[in-house]
């Protein structure tokens, strides 16, 4: 598998991946800042919570780790939690911005 392919499977995992407050996927919530492929399969991603007080916030990253890593071929798995810049809905997709009522 490519690193291209490889990181579309990781993004159909993190679409499976919900706040357990919001109706709407982790990644289409612009959640996700950046993924990485690294040599032999290894992925990072650098990803926020919708506020430092999230009540989820041990279970949300937790939870994209085991999805990522349910992947066939991945090595490795690191999340990274960051509040820097903070949240915005601007970093939400149209599609969240549409189930969430923001258009």
Known sequence: MTDEELKEQVVLALKG???PEIPV???ELGLIYDI??????NVYI???LTSPSC???GSIPAEIEEKVRAIDGVNDVSVE???D????TELMSEVAKL?????
Not at 36 to 41: A, E, G, L, T
Not at 85 to 88: D, I, K, L, R
Request: hydrophobic share 45%; proline share 13%; aromatic share 20%.
């Open 25 to 27: 996927d982790v990644y």
């Open 46 to 48: 650098l990803m926020t």
């Open 85 to 88: 810049p903070p949240y915005s």
């Open 81 to 83: 939690l960051t509040f």
């Open 55 to 57: 009540p989820s916030a």
């Open 17 to 19: 991946v919900y706040d």
């Open 36 to 41: 990485k492929i690294f040599p032999v399969n």
């Open 99 to 103: 189930e969430l009522g923001f258009m």
